[in-house]
Protein backbone atom coordinates (compact mmCIF):
# COMPACT_ATOMS: atom_id res chain seq x y z
CA UNK A 1 0.00 0.00 0.00
CA UNK A 2 0.91 3.09 -0.43
CA UNK A 3 1.03 5.76 2.04
CA UNK A 4 -0.44 9.23 0.84
CA UNK A 5 -1.21 12.13 3.69
CA UNK A 6 -5.05 11.44 2.86
CA UNK A 7 -4.44 7.39 3.31
CA UNK A 8 -2.79 8.34 7.10
CA UNK A 9 -4.97 10.65 7.90
CA UNK A 10 -8.31 8.41 7.41
CA UNK A 11 -6.59 4.97 8.53
CA UNK A 12 -9.31 3.33 10.35
CA UNK A 13 -8.10 1.05 12.73
CA UNK A 14 -10.49 -2.53 14.35
CA UNK A 15 -11.98 -1.89 17.35
CA UNK A 16 -10.79 -3.79 20.29
CA UNK A 17 -12.42 -3.86 24.12
CA UNK A 18 -9.33 -1.89 26.04
CA UNK A 19 -7.82 -0.02 22.67
CA UNK A 20 -5.80 3.00 22.24
CA UNK A 21 -7.36 6.57 22.61
CA UNK A 22 -9.01 7.29 19.59
CA UNK A 23 -8.47 11.01 20.05
CA UNK A 24 -4.72 10.22 20.30
CA UNK A 25 -4.17 8.06 17.53
CA UNK A 26 -6.46 10.70 15.24
CA UNK A 27 -4.24 13.38 16.49
CA UNK A 28 -0.87 11.58 16.02
CA UNK A 29 -2.62 10.28 12.37
CA UNK A 30 -2.98 13.97 11.52
CA UNK A 31 0.45 15.10 12.93
CA UNK A 32 2.21 12.06 10.73
CA UNK A 33 0.07 13.38 7.53
CA UNK A 34 0.95 16.66 7.86
CA UNK A 35 4.66 15.84 7.99
CA UNK A 36 4.07 13.16 5.29
CA UNK A 37 2.93 16.00 3.14
CA UNK A 38 5.32 18.31 3.59
CA UNK A 39 8.04 15.40 3.34
CA UNK A 40 6.26 14.84 -0.06
CA UNK A 41 6.23 18.31 -1.37
CA UNK A 42 9.81 18.60 -0.36
CA UNK A 43 10.37 15.33 -2.26
CA UNK A 44 8.82 16.58 -5.37
CA UNK A 45 10.54 19.68 -4.90
CA UNK A 46 14.00 18.08 -4.80
CA UNK A 47 13.65 15.83 -7.66
CA UNK A 48 12.02 19.48 -10.22
CA UNK A 49 15.05 20.64 -9.03
CA UNK A 50 17.07 17.45 -9.73
CA UNK A 51 15.71 17.61 -13.31
CA UNK A 52 16.39 20.91 -13.92
CA UNK A 53 20.08 20.69 -12.54
CA UNK A 54 20.43 17.73 -15.13
CA UNK A 55 18.74 19.57 -17.90
CA UNK A 56 21.80 22.58 -17.45
CA UNK A 57 24.28 19.94 -16.83
CA UNK A 58 23.24 18.58 -20.46
CA UNK A 59 23.42 21.96 -21.34
CA UNK A 60 26.54 22.70 -20.07
CA UNK A 61 28.15 19.29 -21.49
CA UNK A 62 26.79 19.98 -24.90
CA UNK A 63 28.24 23.95 -24.48
CA UNK A 64 31.62 22.35 -23.36
CA UNK A 65 32.08 19.92 -26.40
CA UNK A 66 30.92 22.92 -29.05
CA UNK A 67 33.92 24.85 -27.29
CA UNK A 68 35.88 20.97 -27.45
CA UNK A 69 35.24 21.03 -30.72
CA UNK A 70 35.78 24.95 -31.92
CA UNK A 71 38.96 24.80 -30.06
CA UNK A 72 40.11 21.29 -32.04
CA UNK A 73 39.07 23.16 -35.20
CA UNK A 74 40.70 26.37 -34.02
CA UNK A 75 44.03 24.33 -33.56
CA UNK A 76 43.76 22.34 -36.52
CA UNK A 77 43.34 25.67 -38.66
CA UNK A 78 46.06 27.57 -37.03
CA UNK A 79 48.24 24.50 -37.47
CA UNK A 80 47.53 24.38 -41.44
CA UNK A 81 48.36 28.03 -41.74
CA UNK A 82 51.11 28.07 -40.12
CA UNK A 83 51.99 24.95 -42.46
CA UNK A 84 51.27 26.90 -45.35
CA UNK A 85 53.08 29.86 -44.45
CA UNK A 86 56.28 27.51 -43.57
CA UNK A 87 55.48 26.37 -47.52
CA UNK A 88 54.94 29.73 -49.18
CA UNK A 89 58.12 30.68 -46.70
CA UNK A 90 60.13 27.89 -48.33
CA UNK A 91 58.61 28.53 -51.88
CA UNK A 92 59.82 32.34 -52.06
CA UNK A 93 63.22 31.32 -50.64
CA UNK A 94 63.54 29.18 -53.49
CA UNK A 95 62.37 31.61 -56.05
CA UNK A 96 64.48 34.35 -54.66
CA UNK A 97 67.57 31.75 -54.70
CA UNK A 98 66.80 30.95 -58.75
CA UNK A 99 66.32 34.55 -59.90
CA UNK A 100 69.48 35.81 -57.73
CA UNK A 101 71.21 32.63 -60.05
CA UNK A 102 69.55 33.74 -62.99
CA UNK A 103 71.14 37.34 -62.24
CA UNK A 104 74.45 36.74 -61.02
CA UNK A 105 74.54 34.51 -64.59
CA UNK A 106 73.67 37.00 -66.81
CA UNK A 107 75.79 39.51 -64.83
CA UNK A 108 78.91 37.17 -65.36
CA UNK A 109 77.87 36.83 -69.13
CA UNK A 110 77.48 40.62 -69.19
CA UNK A 111 81.03 40.93 -68.10
CA UNK A 112 82.72 38.38 -70.13
CA UNK A 113 80.78 40.04 -72.90
CA UNK A 114 82.11 43.85 -72.21
CA UNK A 115 85.73 42.42 -71.37
CA UNK A 116 85.54 41.14 -75.00
CA UNK A 117 84.32 44.13 -76.35
CA UNK A 118 87.24 46.19 -74.32
CA UNK A 119 89.32 43.52 -76.03
CA UNK A 120 88.22 44.05 -79.41
CA UNK A 121 88.45 48.21 -79.14
CA UNK A 122 92.46 48.15 -77.68
CA UNK A 123 92.89 45.82 -80.82
CA UNK A 124 90.87 48.50 -83.20
CA UNK A 125 92.97 51.08 -81.26
CA UNK A 126 96.29 49.52 -82.10
CA UNK A 127 95.08 48.98 -85.50
CA UNK A 128 93.98 52.50 -86.19
CA UNK A 129 97.07 54.20 -84.16
CA UNK A 130 99.09 51.73 -86.42
CA UNK A 131 97.12 52.84 -89.66
CA UNK A 132 97.16 56.57 -88.58
CA UNK A 133 100.95 56.65 -87.88
CA UNK A 134 101.50 54.96 -91.36
CA UNK A 135 99.40 57.92 -93.31
CA UNK A 136 100.93 60.73 -91.13
CA UNK A 137 104.62 58.92 -91.87
CA UNK A 138 103.56 59.08 -95.47
CA UNK A 139 101.98 62.14 -95.79
CA UNK A 140 105.12 63.49 -94.14
CA UNK A 141 107.18 62.19 -96.61
CA UNK A 142 105.50 63.70 -98.84
CA UNK A 143 105.44 67.23 -97.67
CA UNK A 144 109.05 67.21 -97.11
CA UNK A 145 109.60 65.63 -100.69
CA UNK A 146 107.33 68.74 -101.78
CA UNK A 147 108.81 71.43 -99.58
CA UNK A 148 112.17 70.62 -101.59
CA UNK A 149 114.08 67.67 -100.30
CA UNK A 150 112.95 65.66 -102.98
CA UNK A 151 114.25 62.69 -100.92
CA UNK A 152 112.51 60.55 -98.84
CA UNK A 153 113.32 60.18 -94.87
CA UNK A 154 112.40 57.13 -92.89
CA UNK A 155 110.01 58.37 -89.89
CA UNK A 156 112.49 57.13 -87.51
CA UNK A 157 115.85 58.76 -88.20
CA UNK A 158 116.66 61.02 -86.41
CA UNK A 159 115.11 64.73 -87.42
CA UNK A 160 118.24 67.21 -88.41
CA UNK A 161 116.30 70.06 -89.36
CA UNK A 162 113.46 70.81 -87.09
CA UNK A 163 111.87 73.55 -89.27
CA UNK A 164 110.90 70.94 -92.28
CA UNK A 165 110.52 67.63 -90.19
CA UNK A 166 107.06 66.76 -88.63
CA UNK A 167 106.49 64.95 -85.78
CA UNK A 168 104.58 62.06 -86.24
CA UNK A 169 104.22 61.07 -82.56
CA UNK A 170 103.09 64.28 -81.69
CA UNK A 171 100.80 64.99 -84.65
CA UNK A 172 99.18 61.12 -83.11
CA UNK A 173 98.64 62.38 -79.81
CA UNK A 174 96.88 65.08 -80.30
CA UNK A 175 94.45 63.19 -82.50
CA UNK A 176 93.85 60.83 -79.84
Known amino acids: MKFTPYNIKNQE????YRGFDKEEVTSFLESVSSEFAILISENDNLKKEIDSLRKEIEEYKKVERS???????AQESSTKALDSAKKQHQLIIREAEIKAAQL????????????????????EKK?????????????SRV??????????TPAVEPETNNESKIDVDDILEKLL
Open 67 to 73: LQSTLIN
Open 143 to 152: FEYNSGERTV
Open 104 to 123: TEKAKEEVNAISNDIIKLKE
Open 13 to 16: FNKS
Open 127 to 139: LIISKLRAILDSQ
